[in-house]
């Protein structure tokens, strides 16, 4: 065991990232199924704050973001920091999800279009419901940052673990989840916190190179790819030793595991 504060906060980005895994994994169900829609998507920038909470210790890691849609459906989602960035392109036209590091010059690619056969499509909704693929509870509606949005509590049980989740959907940005809290609890108890909130929101065509993908970076597994981010985030927030010694959570390398094998079942397409 680490015995020096270093050692300490190594411990505490460790928790922090098993927390944001399992609470971004549970409530991706509200977005990951594609929705039938026509060819002209309203176009945005949103830039915002996640933030991911232990509840025992008070402590919170807090990530700049950025997300772009462009009209024709491209979106990219961007991780921002004073030396390293990490992005994911979702291109629909080309049916593929680029995640991208430039800082580090690696990337990893998904075409997804076999997936999308298995999968049903969902039409979006005025309301933005989730539209029956999981049980939800409507909360009205309220107004975010001069937008109009619907809310949606979902629960999600996961084996002696419980997510709790809002949502905040805006009808005019094409259903974006504008705002989100998350809870996850053991027993009863709240162990983590996730919450996401916009500062600013652009209406029109974002830069074009945000979703530029250079042919030059090295393509890796997504494992190599989410612990080389995460190695870099450690070291600019704390150096190069830090990072060297980063253990990444047991839960967070089974994610990534699956992430490999359905990267590797897809290739095999």
Request: with cysteine.
């Amino acid at each position: 065991m680490l015995k020096t504060m270093a050692g300490r906060r190594l411990r505490w980005v460790r928790w922090i990232s098993a927390v944001a895994f399992g609470l971004l994994g549970a409530w991706a169900v509200l977005r990951c199924v594609p929705i039938a829609h026509g060819q002209s998507e309203p176009a945005f920038v949103v830039d915002y704050l996640e933030v991911s909470s232990n509840t025992a210790t008070g402590r919170a890691l807090q990530r700049t973001m950025y997300y772009a849609r462009r009209g024709d459906g491209a979106s990219v989602r961007e991780l921002r920091g004073a030396q390293f960035n990490s992005r994911t392109v979702r291109m629909p036209a080309q049916t593929l999800i680029v995640q991208v590091s430039d800082s580090e010059k690696i990337k990893t690619t998904q075409d997804f279009s076999a997936k999308l056969r298995e999968v049903p499509r969902r039409t979006r909704r005025a309301d933005c419901a989730p539209d029956g693929l999981i049980g939800y509870e409507s909360l009205g509606t309220r107004w975010v940052l001069g937008y109009e949005v619907y809310g949606y509590r979902t629960v999600l049980d996961t084996g002696g673990e419980r997510v709790e989740s809002e949502h905040w959907f805006a009808p005019v940005l094409g259903c974006y989840d504008l705002q989100t809290t998350a809870r996850k609890k053991k027993n009863g108890e709240v162990v983590g916190v996730f919450q996401k909130y916009p500062t600013h929101v652009t209406v029109g065509e974002p830069s074009a190179g945000a979703f530029a993908v250079p042919g030059d970076y090295t393509e890796v597994l997504p494992s190599v790819f989410e612990e080389t981010v995460l190695r870099s985030k450690v070291r600019e927030d704390m150096g190069r030793e830090a990072a060297a010694r980063v253990i990444v959570a047991d839960c967070a390398r089974m994610g990534f595991a699956r992430r490999d094998k359905e990267y590797l079942d897809l290739k095999k397409r």
